[in-house]
């Protein structure tokens, strides 16, 4: 790698292979099977070192000036106290930390080595290219009725140097149903996409011509078409409210508010109509067919969250992380991951569950809580959530400057498409583990890097602007 001139290479080879790395490992024999999945995070550590091993030889510095600076490492430091507090394992905590973290240094790569607009440019147009093949493969294993499901989905347990416990996903739903593609899970597939409709979608504003419009608009329709049938709840509710932030919120544009509210009400009325006539049918339920209706109801019936998951959902750690771990750890937490996250599932750490009396994650089975925004407050606590948060909006808030203030159109559309997506992450993340989702996250923190580096590059431009 440091012999590697155009590092750039590595970021193109990432951009395919972790969409398409579940079917990779579908075919891969058991016993290579966590050096082909952990290689690619080692590419990105290792480029990370080169990046900055270069950056200081060039700049005579060892850090870059960055709004986002001073809250990772506060983040890091809330971590780094939560950790003194509770003293446990360290490669527990360092894990836990690394589930979080691991794809944030792509940006700093990105920042590090300064591309050129060329470079820029084929890393969206390859992004957009791979979504666009994750939506079209969905339409054709939805056409397919279920044929392909057996040849995309990888369901084996892996024991990784006989410590940590990968378990396979589970094919709850029925074949044919619940769209993945190469990705695995449905919900994988259904934010990767949200994140692209949400990306394509201010280009609508700027391709006058005809033919251009055509194509963005033809992207769009399969794009969403794909995530409807991925049958992802919180993917529908980011994409949408993503497009409204771009549509309404940056542009003004009233036409998105007027749509958004006329279908908000329909299907509120319609909700409403299922309640009053107490017409559930089967949807009450998660089951493994369920109509597009049916899936909506879910989403709203108490007898659902009740229900699911034999008592021990989503909502029961909506009520129970609060009363149950903020209670007793409410600044820094029960220290990262020992609660909530893929590393307390992977390593089958009970301890925090067991001292609070609490089932081990969703069914008393599987460790997660299914909602980043409580694991994190769990194990990081307020502090660190509260860093984490502002993470987030420092991110926007660049974004959105970028938005307005840079001469570009490139890269005033880029940063409309990440502030859209900054809101529909944060919306998603309440509703699964979705920052620990590997695709979804490389090619976040990947757009973070290109709008940080447009921010970066108008700063000579933009003499009111300040880090």
């Known amino acids: 790698i440091f012999s590697l001139e155009k590092s750039y290479y590595l970021i193109y080879v990432l951009l395919i292979w972790f969409p398409l790395e579940n079917l990779i490992l579908r075919y891969t024999p058991i016993e290579y099977y966590a050096p082909v999945k952990y290689f690619p995070e080692v590419l990105i550590y290792s480029a990370l070192l080169v990046g900055w091993y270069r950056y200081a030889k060039r700049a005579q510095r060892f850090f870059l000036r960055l709004p986002l600076n001073k809250w990772f490492l506060a983040f890091i430091a809330a971590a780094v106290v939560s950790l003194a507090l509770n003293w446990y394992n360290l490669a527990i905590w360092f894990l836990g930390l690394r589930q979080i973290?691991?794809?944030?240094?792509?940006?700093?790569?990105?920042?590090?080595?300064?591309?050129?607009?060329?470079?820029?440019?084929?890393?969206?147009?390859?992004?957009?290219?791979?979504?666009?093949?994750?939506?079209?493969?969905?339409?054709?294993?939805?056409?397919?009725?279920?044929?392909?499901?057996?040849?995309?989905?990888?369901?084996?347990?892996?024991?990784?140097?006989?410590?940590?416990?990968?378990?396979?996903?589970?094919?709850?739903?029925?074949?044919?149903?619940?769209?993945?593609?190469?990705?695995?899970?449905?919900?994988?597939?259904?934010?990767?996409?949200?994140?692209?409709?949400?990306?394509?979608?201010?280009?609508?504003?700027?391709?006058?011509?005809?033919?251009?419009?055509?194509?963005?608009?033809?992207?769009?329709?399969?794009?969403?078409?794909?995530?409807?049938?991925?049958?992802?709840?919180?993917?529908?509710?980011?994409?949408?409210?993503?497009?409204?932030?771009?549509?309404?919120?940056?542009?003004?544009?009233?036409?998105?508010?007027?749509?958004?509210?006329?279908?908000?009400?329909?299907?509120?009325?319609?909700?409403?109509?299922?309640?009053?006539?107490?017409?559930?049918?089967?949807?009450?339920?998660?089951?493994?067919?369920?109509?597009?209706?049916?899936?909506?109801?879910?989403?709203?019936?108490?007898?659902?969250?009740?229900?699911?998951?034999?008592?021990?959902?989503?909502?029961?750690?909506?009520?129970?992380?609060?009363?149950?771990?903020?209670?007793?750890?409410?600044?820094?937490?029960?220290?990262?991951?020992?609660?909530?996250?893929?590393?307390?599932?992977?390593?089958?750490?009970?301890?925090?569950?067991?001292?609070?009396?609490?089932?081990?994650?969703?069914?008393?089975?599987f460790g997660q809580i299914d909602n980043n925004w409580l694991s994190l407050w769990g194990e990081i606590g307020t502090v660190g959530l509260l860093c984490w948060i502002m993470i987030l909006v420092t991110i926007f808030k660049t974004a959105r400057i970028v938005s307005v203030r840079s001469p570009t159109v490139t890269e005033r559309t880029v940063a409309q498409g990440l502030c859209g997506v900054v809101v529909g992450v944060m919306i998603m993340a309440y509703f699964g583990p979705f920052f620990e989702f590997r695709s979804l996250m490389l090619y976040f923190w990947l757009l973070v890097g290109i709008v940080m580096r447009f921010y970066r590059s108008g700063q000579t431009n933009w003499n009111f602007l300040k880090e």
């Open 101 to 365: 973290l691991r794809f944030s240094f792509i940006f700093i790569i990105v920042l590090f080595e300064d591309y050129p607009d060329t470079v820029i440019r084929r890393f969206l147009w390859l992004g957009a290219g791979m979504v666009l093949f994750e939506a079209a493969l969905g339409l054709i294993q939805y056409l397919s009725g279920g044929a392909l499901d057996r040849y995309l989905f990888f369901s084996d347990s892996v024991s990784i140097a006989g410590v940590a416990e990968l378990e396979g996903l589970q094919q709850f739903w029925a074949p044919g149903e619940r769209v993945f593609a190469t990705l695995g899970r449905y919900d994988r597939l259904g934010s990767l996409l949200a994140l692209g409709l949400t990306m394509i979608f201010p280009w609508l504003y700027v391709l006058k011509k005809e033919r251009h419009q055509l194509w963005w608009c033809g992207a769009m329709l399969v794009g969403g078409v794909a995530l409807i049938l991925t049958y992802s709840r919180s993917s529908w509710i980011a994409a949408v409210v993503g497009i409204v932030t771009i549509g309404y919120g940056l542009v003004r544009d009233k036409r998105i508010l007027k749509l958004a509210t006329v279908l908000g009400g329909v299907l509120a009325a319609y909700l409403l109509f299922i309640v009053v006539t107490n017409n559930y049918g089967g949807g009450a339920l998660d089951k493994p067919s369920q109509t597009f209706p049916e899936r909506i109801i879910e989403a709203v019936s108490v007898y659902s969250w009740r229900q699911n998951y034999e008592g021990y959902g989503r909502f029961f750690f909506i009520v129970n992380t609060p009363l149950m771990v903020v209670r007793y750890y409410p600044l820094f937490g029960v220290g990262s991951g020992n609660y909530g996250g893929g590393v307390a599932a992977a390593l089958g750490n009970t301890k925090v569950y067991d001292t609070l009396h609490l089932p081990f994650g969703i069914q008393n089975t």
